[in-house]
């Protein structure tokens, strides 16, 4: 009895990047920030102005960012100058300032009509979640940086977290300033987190003379 050999069988499962960019994603630019911002403003978006404005001046991950508290970050009527939470991830305590437009922009969100009875800074719509999710959080990243002519896949929530620290390396080269910003506890994870290479070095270098 002969046997008949059939065709291999190829899955029609696509890979889960096919079409994606994928790897570290690009910061935003200056310009690129102060176009949201004003765009935000325009429309009168108190809440994503508040939230755009903290995310670049916590630096925080998105699992930190969408968990802040009211009282995380507003006492005595005012919204604080400088902020500590404990990272989800790594459990280390992380401190960061909060800058007077933003402090502005968080003030005029607190005290909106929608944030009556809320104990979370960004509250969701919904009654099983008591704030938003950080997909909810990336969707709306993704608006702000469609609005603004910029391929949405270039960037993610990180983004957000790299904006003010790879400006201070960029003027300053200082990498244990942007350790403890980040909350790095090794100084490899802050190297690779933001892209530094051999050109950076050599740059820094450059504008050292002895």
Same mark, same amino acid.
């Given at each position: ?5 059939? *065709? ?17 994603? !690009? ?9 949201? !911002? ?20 916590? %630096?925080? !991950? ?25 990272? !989800? ?33 960004? *509250?969701? $719509?919904?009654?099983? $979640?008591?704030?938003?999710?950080? $997909? ?9 940086? %469609? ?14 977290? $790299?904006? %003010? ?46």
């Amino acid at each position: 009895m002969s046997c008949t050999n059939l *065709p291999m069988i190829i899955p029609a499962r696509k890979t889960w990047n096919k079409g994606r960019l994928v790897g570290q994603k !690009r910061p935003l630019l200056p310009k690129h920030v102060w176009a949201i !911002r004003v765009r935000l403003e325009l429309a009168g978006a108190v809440r994503d102005l508040a939230l755009f404005n903290l995310a670049i001046d916590s %630096k925080l !991950r998105g699992c930190d960012l969408v968990c802040l508290r009211v009282a995380d970050v507003f006492a005595a009527g005012a919204v604080k100058e400088r902020v500590s939470i404990a990272q !989800r991830k790594t459990k280390t305590p992380v401190r960061f300032e909060i800058c007077d437009g933003t402090r502005k922009s968080l003030l005029q969100w607190i005290s909106h009509p929608m944030m009556i009875g809320h104990e979370y800074l960004w *509250p969701g $719509r919904f009654h099983d $979640r008591l704030q938003i999710s950080i $997909r909810q959080y990336a969707r709306l990243l993704k608006h702000w940086v %469609k609005s603004i002519g910029l391929e949405p896949s270039a960037y993610g929530t990180h983004s957000m977290r $790299r904006i %003010k620290v790879a400006q201070i390396y960029k003027k300053t080269g200082n990498l244990r300033a942007v350790q403890l910003l980040l909350g790095h506890t090794k100084m490899d994870s802050t190297v690779r987190y933001l892209g530094v290479d051999l050109e950076d070095a050599l740059s820094i270098s450059e504008s050292v003379e002895i």
